[in-house]
């Protein structure tokens, strides 16, 4: 038996699985590329649902990963301070349900990054050159490991931050931290940590791509080098010179690879540059000086037969 919806059959397909079709050269209409837009958001929200879900089952876990800097933390502390003892607790009673929710999302998205990933890229690149897909997948390729590189140095370097900002607490008065903030408060950490390590890449495919030359980094680099620990003093959690330099040191190393990377590139377009001007004004014919040896001596006596 068939469903039928006001007298028509209703048809079950799975066409929408299929991605629409591509023109060679690229080219489509502004219908083609919502079709095209609908169908990567579609799967992109469709994995993210199931990554989510699969995340889902493993909440305690997730829970227990994230919890362990803030122990980690606390045990320190009760080892310098015995009589503290700050707590944990949930504020409401949705409370356990939205933070089980939120970090099964969050792990989600960690977990198919590549196909969403992909599905933005599939997306932009159509209206790509060959050279820019070239220098996009570099960028891609590199982002990734660079970010999540962030975000474990940033887990690494909380719970001394716990440890500094609950020292603070006055004697006799009770610490209870809500588990929902907290939760929060460590996810911002990791992900400002990740964004700090992709800043030198932006920067480099700036370069690739022309609006900054290496001269300028080489100019400003004092400057910016600085500004990487005024940063790693701000955005770590605690006062210690090594959570500061575990957010600053691999900035600034980051940041002059960058500058060495732009160098070579500018030399290179500048090596091209030169070789298509010489090419552009003809060869021998542009260049006097050879045009002048290729040239006969009029004083020469002229060969004989």
């Known amino acids: ?34 079709r095209e837009l609908r169908y990567r958001l579609v799967v992109a929200v469709l994995a993210l649902f199931i990554g989510t879900l699969v ?6 876990s997730l829970l227990d990963l994230l919890q362990r800097p803030y122990s980690v933390g606390v045990n320190a502390l009760k080892a310098k301070y015995p009589e503290t003892n700050p707590i944990l607790y949930n504020p409401g009673i949705t409370s356990p349900f939205t933070l089980a929710l939120k970090v099964s999302g969050v792990a989600g998205g960690v977990l198919t990054s590549p ?21 996009s997948l570099i960028f891609i390729g590199t982002a990734t490991p660079l970010f999540l590189a962030g975000v474990v140095v940033g887990y690494i370097v909380v719970p001394k931050g716990i440890t500094v900002l609950l020292g603070f607490t006055k004697s006799g008065v009770a610490n209870l931290q809500s588990f929902p903030d907290f939760m929060s408060f460590l996810l911002r950490i990791m992900i400002v940590f990740g964004i700090a390590f992709l800043i030198p890449l932006i920067v480099l495919m700036l370069n690739i791509v022309g609006v900054v030359k290496a001269k300028h980094l080489s100019k400003y680099r004092s400057y910016v080098i600085f500004g990487c620990f005024v940063f790693g003093a701000v955005a770590t959690p605690s006062t210690d010179p090594f959570s500061m330099l575990a957010l600053a040191a691999p900035m600034a190393v980051l940041f ?10 500018d030399r290179s377009r500048a090596r091209k540059a030169v070789a298509g001007t010489l090419v552009a004004a003809g060869g021998i014919e542009g260049d006097s000086a050879l045009r002048e040896l290729s040239d006969p001596d009029p004083d020469e006596p002229e060969p004989r037969p």
């Open 115 to 135: 196909i969403w990933l992909y599905q933005l890229w599939a997306f932009i690149v159509p209206g790509l050159l060959a050279k820019e897909k070239k220098w």
């Open 256 to 265: 002059v690879a960058a500058e060495v990377i732009a160098h070579i590139l």
């Open 55 to 60: 995340c889902w089952f493993f909440r305690e």
């Open 1 to 34: 038996m068939s469903l039928t919806l006001r007298g028509r059959p209703i048809r079950f397909s799975l066409k929408w699985l299929k991605p629409p079709p591509s023109p060679p050269d690229g080219s489509m209409t502004l219908f083609e590329h919502l």
